[in-house]
Nanobody, 117 residues
Framework: HLVESGGGLVQAGGSLRLSCAAS????????MGWFRQAPGKEREFVAS????????IYGDSVKGRCTISRGNAKNTVNLQMDSLKPEDTAVYYC????????????WGQGTQVTVSS
């Protein structure tokens, strides 16, 4: 069970931090990811992190502007987004998958991020 929070409206150049709270099951062999989907566009990979090692991967469109991390609160993953652009406007989803699988199995309901110009 994944629940996102932290979305909202921000001006271009601003920052937001999204959080994903995970519950149920074990997390030791999971990769947690953030994806986004803008209206009329396909879902896009944003970033991911392995629960065990903290290994991170970033999508090209956010590289250098976003940081994914394991949160201080138990079983949370954060996505810090800086230097936001209007094209970052989308619904952001948290997802999880086994590190042995290529497919994300569990998804949150999403949180809206809107960046005004």
């Amino acid at each position: 069970h994944l629940v996102e929070s932290g979305g909202g409206l921000v001006q271009a150049g601003g920052s937001l931090r999204l959080s994903c709270a995970a519950s149920g099951g074990t997390f030791t062999n999971l990769r947690m990811g953030w994806f986004r989907q803008a209206p009329g566009k396909e879902r896009e990979f944003v970033a991911s992190i392995t629960w065990n090692t903290g290994n991170t991967i970033y999508g090209d469109s956010v590289k250098g502007r976003c940081t994914i991390s394991r949160g201080n609160a138990k079983n949370t993953v954060n996505l810090q987004m800086d230097s936001l652009k209007p094209e970052d406007t989308a619904v952001y989803y948290c997802a999880s998958r086994s590190i042995y699988s290529g497919q994300y199995d569990y998804w949150g309901q999403g949180t809206q991020v809107t960046v005004s110009s």
